[in-house]
């Protein structure tokens, strides 16, 4: 099950989607602030994206989706990210472009199956060394940093 644009989809009851196995949530371009806690618990999500929101800071949580293997927080106002995105080991996408990062967290070394990385249009004025260790990286954008 996919999950598109939960803006405004309201479904009544909480944690409605308990019984489903989302594979896919995008909630871009809704004005997000903050995600509910329990989305974080989808085991089986694979594809998150938060593009465009209004998002401040990223949650340890986020990192630590057992399924993750595409993440999109591009576009909105994070100033930081935690070492815990070394945590998410299967992601082969990552975009963080748009933001205002000045630094990418070191444990960045440790998503060893990374195949893009977008961190352009930030505040980066320096690399983590452990962005050597990332062999299967195909696209790096750091346009604009």
Not at 9 to 35: A, C, H, M, T
Not at 44 to 58: A, D, H, P
Not at 78 to 91: D, F, M, V, W
């Given at each position: ?38 989305v974080y618990q ?104």
């Open positions: 099950m996919e999950l598109c644009d939960f803006a405004n989809f309201q479904i009544p009851g909480e944690n409605w989607w308990d019984g489903y196995e989302l594979v896919r949530i995008d909630v871009s371009q809704n004005k997000v602030e903050e995600i509910p806690e329990e989808q085991a089986t999500v694979q594809n998150f994206s938060l593009m465009g929101n209004l998002i401040k800071s990223v949650p340890d949580a986020l990192f630590k989706m057992e399924s993750l293997k595409i993440l999109d927080i591009s576009n909105n106002k994070i100033a930081s990210l935690s070492e815990a995105l070394g945590t998410a080991t299967l992601l082969t996408e990552f975009k963080a472009n748009g933001n205002q990062i000045p630094e990418m967290p070191q444990s960045i070394g440790q998503l060893q199956g990374l195949e893009l990385l977008d961190f352009s249009s930030n505040k980066l004025t320096s690399l983590p060394d452990g962005i050597g260790k990332l062999t299967k990286l195909m696209k790096l954008n750091l346009d604009g940093n």
